[in-house]
C-alpha cells in the first residue's frame, strides 16, 4: 500500500475526495460548508477534468439552485429585462396601431369639418382650389406606396369590371343627374340654372376620393378603382363636353392641356412615386407608412371643409336646404345603384361583395371640384355653382360613412 501511494499519490488523492464529498452532500443545508484540505494541484486537477471551487454557499442560495436550473439571480435579471422589453415593445406597436387606425376616425372627422365650415368659414378658407391638386396628389401618394405594380397588373385582367365602373360613371349616374335636374325644376320649382348644376355634377369623371374610400374599405380593390377613376378622368375630355350638351342643352368647352396636366399631377405621378419607393426604398415606406393615414386624414378633411366654407354664401341661399335634400337623395341614388347593378352582374364572382363596395364608391362619388371649377369658368349665373359645392360636401361625407359601415361590418 505504502509503495503504490508513492508511486500513484492521485489515487488516494481521489479517495480523500470522493469520501469528503459524501460527507458534504449528507450534511445540511444550513451548516457551513467543508474546507476540504485534499492534496492534489492544480495542474493535477485540471489533468484530471475537475472543476472544484471552494466558496461559502449560501443554503437559501443553494436550495433555489437546486430546484431551478442556473443562477437564480442572473434569471431574475434577466426576467426585468425581457418584461422592461417587451413593455417598451408593447408602448411602440401601440402608438404604431394608433396611427394606422386614424382612418377609422375619418367620418367623425369630415363631419367636425362641415360643422366647422359652417360655423366659423375663415378656418377653411384659406385653403383655396391651388392646394386642392396637392392635396389629392397626396392621398394618391398614399394608395400607391401601400400598392405594388403586380396589383395593378391584376387590375388590368378584369376588362369586365372596368367596363362597369365605367358604365356607372358616365351611364348610370348621367341618367340619375338628368331625372334629379329636372324634379328640381319641374316639382320644386327651383330656378333652372340649379338644375343644370346638378347635371354638371353627373357628367363629370370619378372622383380620386373613391380610390381612398376603397383602399380604406378593400385594399387589394384599390389598384382597381384606381385604373377605373383614370379611364374616366382621361376620356372626361370628351365625355364630359358630349353629355353637358345632351342634358344641359349647351356646349361645354374644356381646358385639354389642363385637364391631362392635372391627371399628370394627382393620379399618375403621385401613384407612381409610392409604387417606386414601395420598391426600390422599402423600409423607408416601412418608416412612413404609419404616419400617412393621420395625414391623410388631416388632407381629406381640409378637402372637404375648404369647398364648403369658400362657397358658403351659395350653400346658406334660399334655395339650399332643397338643393341640399336633392344631391342627397341624388348620391344616394348612385351608391345604392352602382351595389345592386354590379351585384346582379357580378353574381358568381368569388370577391362579388368587395367589387359591389368599389363600384358603389365609383358610381356614387364623383369629381364634384372639377364640376365647381367648370361651373364657375363657363357659366355665366353663379347658381349653377351651387350644387357642385353641395355635392363636394355630400359625396364625401355619404362616402366615408359608408367606409366606416363596411369596415366594421368586414370586421
Not at 420598391?279 to 418608416?287: E, S
Request: aromatic share 10%.
Amino acid at each position: 500500500m505504502h509503495l503504490k501511494t508513492t508511486k500513484h499519490p492521485w489515487r488516494l488523492s481521489q479517495v480523500h475526495l470522493h469520501r469528503n464529498l459524501s460527507r458534504f452532500s449528507c450534511r445540511r443545508l444550513a451548516e457551513a460548508p467543508p474546507k476540504l484540505d485534499l492534496p492534489i494541484s492544480a495542474s493535477r486537477s485540471q489533468s484530471l477534468g475537475l472543476s472544484i471551487r471552494f466558496q461559502p454557499i449560501n443554503p437559501l442560495r443553494r436550495r433555489f439552485s437546486e430546484q431551478l436550473p442556473g443562477s437564480f439571480e442572473s434569471e431574475q435579471d434577466q426576467d426585468f429585462a425581457s418584461k422592461d422589453a417587451e413593455t417598451l415593445e408593447q408602448k411602440e406597436v401601440s402608438a404604431l396601431e394608433i396611427l394606422k387606425k386614424a382612418n377609422s376616425f375619418l367620418p367623425h372627422v369630415v363631419l367636425a369639418s362641415i360643422l366647422l365650415a359652417l360655423v366659423y368659414p375663415p378656418s377653411f378658407t384659406w385653403f383655396t382650389t391651388r392646394y386642392y391638386a396637392p392635396a389629392l396628389g397626396f392621398l394618391m401618394f398614399a394608395v400607391g406606396v401601400n400598392s405594388s405594380e403586380k396589383d395593378f397588373l391584376e387590375a388590368f385582367k378584369r376588362p369586365a369590371a372596368i367596363l362597369a365602373g365605367y358604365v356607372g360613371q358616365f351611364v348610370v349616374k348621367p341618367l340619375l343627374g338628368y331625372l334629379f335636374g329636372i324634379i328640381s325644376v319641374a316639382v320644386f320649382g327651383l330656378p333652372t340654372p340649379i338644375g343644370a348644376g346638378i347635371m354638371l355634377v353627373s357628367c363629370v369623371s370619378g372622383a380620386q376620393l373613391s380610390n381612398y374610400a376603397t383602399f380604406l374599405t378593400d385594399p387589394p380593390m384599390a389598384p382597381l378603382s384606381i385604373v377605373m377613376t383614370s379611364l374616366s378622368t382621361a376620356t372626361a375630355v370628351v365625355v364630359t363636353p358630349l353629355l353637358s350638351l345632351l342634358l344641359i342643352g349647351k356646349r361645354l368647352p374644356v381646358d385639354v392641356k389642363g385637364m391631362v396636366s392635372s391627371i399628370l399631377q394627382i393620379v399618375i405621378a403621385p401613384i407612381a412615386s409610392g409604387l417606386l419607393l414601395n420598391r426600390f426604398f422599402p423600409r423607408l415606406c416601412d418608416a412612413i407608412r404609419p404616419f400617412l393615414p393621420p395625414l391623410s386624414v388631416l388632407v381629406t378633411a381640409l378637402c372637404v371643409g375648404a369647398p364648403l366654407a369658400i362657397n358658403i354664401k351659395s350653400v346658406l341661399s334660399p334655395f339650399g336646404v332643397t338643393i341640399l335634400l336633392l344631391i342627397v337623395a341624388f348620391h344616394l341614388a348612385a351608391f345604392v345603384a352602382g351595389y345592386i347593378l354590379t351585384g346582379v352582374v357580378f353574381q358568381k364572382a368569388p370577391d362579388v361583395k368587395a367589387l359591389q363596395r368599389t363600384l358603389s364608391y365609383e358610381t356614387g362619388m364623383q369629381s364634384s371640384l372639377l364640376a365647381l371649377a367648370l361651373a364657375n369658368r363657363f357659366f355665366q349665373d353663379p347658381l349653377v355653382g351651387v350644387p357642385p359645392a353641395i355635392s363636394t360636401v355630400i359625396m364625401s361625407l355619404m362616402g366615408f360613412s359608408l367606409v366606416m359601415v363596411w369596415a366594421k361590418k368586414k370586421n
